[in-house]
């Protein structure tokens, strides 16, 4: 076991921002739950930094990995946690593809917070969703507040950044969008496949994505509250897709 | 219109903490769109605190409010609030007595982020749900975090701290518990009455509240994530049980 360097601690400074994990090819997996979870991932995990007690305690899980130790101190001042760290890992950023349009799909559309993209990606792996696609100009996928939100389900569902306008125009599928004034989701009938189409929480869904929305749909709604949350909402409506259609 | 003094930019300093708070009576409604919403509760509003720019725009509908004109950078200062803070409303906090068990509600079990307070209030709210009762370690509502992620409905939905296993037991209504093992919420026949309970993501509901939970449900999982935030889980459940009864 070797102890963190200088270099290796300004390098995790450094994958906070968008613009070092691009030129790097690296993000960070931050905190225990989502550093162990990598073990069962097909990601490429360069090191993994972490306390003497983390290392310790999970020695089996951890072989075959890179293994670094340093304190607490120096991996919460490096990482973008406030409270305590344990452990951090540099992992390679996979190199995707567009997927396929098939099965049940999430689609994006200027969703710019990390945490609630981070909170979709962990209810789309809740309700076996493998796929995200989403407008260039929504959150990063490798910020580590998304990878932190995910709660582990990075590992789970891929989510890629593309022209989703183009996407949508070239898939057969049926695209849900969620708009107020669409169908209540309590009587909609799904198709077994589809793309559900969320818009961000400020602008909804724009124009360019929106003419490619086959059925509008909407959460009813019985109180006074005026919009839902954009993860939240997409909670809901996989569930009501769920209820119909219970194969992944 | 007068000018922010020293000493009221103390006080918007202080009751960012739950024991100044206590100690004056007094909560702060920060943000735009909260404070806007204070118009159409009965809440008794001390003075809002506002950039001229915002007071201006705002006239017709402040009359009556105690206005007072600071820099948006003494009120994004004295906020909690990271970015840009337009207004800040300093206000009392209610007397709340328990509310009868009747209805919908919703129960917390040591639920300790105000954030995801926040959310379920919000939620709630969406969903037409009056009253969260709430066990005394729960988040404080009027955390200046917790309003902030109520989007406004922190008027609609009242909050009260009590015990809660004794408020369980002198209920006469179904408690539905959320439980890894209970019932399929698709499946669940929901009365038109009863109380949702729900435990905090780490220690889930404790015993104590646990032995008056009269049917334990679950969202059923299709994938590969372990858990569910508890405010997603919430809202969740709440449009399993909304698409049953749809009376308020």
């Known amino acids: 076991m070797t102890m963190i360097s200088k ?44 306390t003497s007690e983390f290392l310790t305690k999970h020695l089996e899980e951890l072989k075959g990995f890179e293994c670094i130790e340093a304190s607490l101190d120096e991996l919460t001042k490096a990482s973008s946690l406030v409270s305590n760290n344990a452990a951090v890992a540099v992992v390679e950023i ?83 969008g969620a708009f107020l004034e669409g169908e209540n989701v309590h009587k909609t009938q799904f198709s077994a496949q589809g793309i559900l189409l969320m818009g961000s929480e400020s602008h909804g869904v724009r124009p360019e994505a929106k003419q490619y929305v086959t059925d509008k749909i909407t959460i009813p709604a019985f109180g006074g509250a005026e919009s839902l949350n954009v993860a939240m909402a997409t909670g809901i409506i996989l569930d009501n897709f769920r209820r119909q259609h219970s194969e992944c």
């Open 7 to 50: 270099n290796q601690l300004k390098l995790l400074r450094a994958l906070g921002q968008k613009k070092q994990r691009k030129a790097h090819g690296l993000f960070l997996v931050e905190g225990e739950k989502n550093v162990l979870e990598l073990v069962h991932t097909s990601l490429s995990v360069r090191q993994i930094f972490a």
């Open 94 to 176: 996979p190199e995707t593809q567009a997927p396929e349009a098939k099965g049940m799909m999430i689609a994006l559309d200027g969703v710019s917070d990390p945490g609630n993209l981070g909170t979709i990606i962990r209810i789309a792996d809740w309700y076996g969703i493998k796929h995200i696609v989403a407008s260039t100009d929504c959150a990063d996928p490798y910020n580590p507040k998304t990878i932190r939100a995910t709660m582990g389900s990075f590992g789970r569902v891929q989510v890629t950044l593309l022209d989703l306008p183009a996407y949508l125009q070239q898939s057969a599928l049926p695209v849900y």
